[in-house]
Nanobody, 118 residues
Framework: QVQLTESGGGLVQPGASLRLSCTASAYGFALPVLAWYRQTPGKEREMIAAFTLGGNTYLLESLKGRFTVSRDRDTIYLQMNGLKLEDTAVYYC??????????????WGQGTQVTVSS
């Protein structure tokens, strides 16, 4: 059983920073891919960042310069700087234990709310 445990969400003002963390528990097995998705009401969940065991990364183009993704084997981090109102969303950690496809996930965290409000 794979479990993904997220932390780090919260309520912040525009311009602030947050760091999300997600640790995967898979009985010692490191997932090939860990990723971050986010979802706002009425919109589809979208992948915003991913990191493979091999070191390949993905970051949504529109977030480059403000967000960075990193990984330490079983934990993926999302450093979010210069937060904007439109970054408000539920952020989900996701994992792929099948292969190295960046846009496939078969395990999900419970989600952590990030609210940017003045």
């Amino acid at each position: 059983q794979v479990q993904l445990t997220e932390s780090g969400g919260g309520l912040v003002q525009p311009g602030a920073s947050l760091r999300l963390s997600c640790t995967a528990s898979a009985y010692g097995f490191a997932l090939p891919v860990l990723a971050w998705y986010r979802q706002t009401p009425g919109k589809e969940r979208e992948m915003i960042a991913a990191f493979t065991l091999g070191g390949n990364t993905y970051l949504l183009e529109s977030l480059k310069g403000r967000f960075t993704v990193s990984r330490d084997r079983d934990t993926i981090y999302l450093q979010m700087n210069g937060l904007k109102l439109e970054d408000t969303a539920v952020y989900y950690c996701a994992g792929n234990d099948k292969d190295y496809s960046l846009n496939y996930a078969n395990h999900w965290g419970q989600g952590t709310q990030v609210t940017v409000s003045s």
